[in-house]
């Protein structure tokens, strides 16, 4: 398995985009929480203080941690049909096999021909 790591300078940074869960609370207070990250929270009186806050709570973190990108490459898996393939290619009935096949698909459209009318 080959493993890539990116990471970007300070001047050249991608912005990130994050999924914010927003729970109403029984005080009437707001809570903002980002998901992937459940201690990253945000309480506010409205939506928009909430979010602010774990916008903030956010910034405090990353000050001393980073994000990095994995890219992980897809182990090589075989195709299972590659195994079969050409299995038939010798055998003396394989043509009179598929002369039967595309006359059994003939009559199929024939008779799909008939309803159709």
Avoid: H
Avoid at 6 to 20: E, R
Avoid at 53 to 76: C, F, G, H, W
Wanted: charged fraction near 35%.
């Amino acid at each position: 398995m080959k493993l890539a790591v990116k990471t970007y300078t300070k001047n050249i940074v991608p912005k990130l985009n994050y999924d914010v869960l927003i729970e109403n609370q029984a005080d009437g207070t707001v809570k903002a929480t980002l998901l992937g990250l459940p201690d990253c929270q945000g309480l506010g009186n409205t939506e928009t203080e909430a979010i602010e806050k774990v916008s903030q709570s956010l910034q405090t973190r990353l000050e001393t941690a980073k994000i990095v990108t994995l890219e992980i490459e897809a182990p090589k898996v075989e195709n299972p049909w590659l195994k079969i393939a050409g299995k038939y290619k010798d055998d003396p009935q394989f043509d009179e096999m598929l002369e039967y096949i595309e006359e059994y698909r003939r009559e199929l459209d024939a008779d799909n021909e008939e309803r159709e009318v």
